[in-house]
């Protein structure tokens, strides 16, 4: 009986003390193919109802996106990778708090209470919020 208690406890621990390199493991995760595909023309989509996140984003606000170049409907491989880093200071690897995940969700499915640009998505369930956190999950 005792060894069993003693042997759950070491699992538990071994457990728990597991969990900081699983979380840096993430941190390598967030994907740069993935973003540059499947993220970045979701800050370029039209919604209806709302400007596109670009809209607001290439200037102005704390999220800093690049304008796009004139005559052109997307972002070449450098600006992607601007894009990129300013889009990692609010994607937290693993994290499903994450600004970039809760900020533009409507508070009752889970976000947070305001964005000044609006609450783009009213569902986790919506195919655009589910592409934006793999990204942050990495999966
Ligand atoms: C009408 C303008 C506007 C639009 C459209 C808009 N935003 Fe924003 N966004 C802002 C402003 C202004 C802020 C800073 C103030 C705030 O947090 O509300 C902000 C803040 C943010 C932040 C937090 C930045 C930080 O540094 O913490 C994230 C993440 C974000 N927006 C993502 C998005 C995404 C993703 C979209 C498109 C789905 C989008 N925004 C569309 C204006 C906009």
Known sequence: MYTTVVCWAVMLVGLLSQQPASRSTASALLDFE????????????????????????????????????PGSATWNDEQSRKNFEAVRRVAFPGSLKSPLLIHPLAEPAGGDFFHSGGKHWDSQNDPEWQTLKAFVLGS
């Open 34 to 69: 993935f973003f540059k595909i499947k993220v970045q023309p979701i800050f370029l989509a039209k919604r209806p109802g709302h400007a596109r996140c670009i809209s607001c984003h290439a200037s102005g606000t704390p999220l800093r996106l690049q304008p796009l170049s």
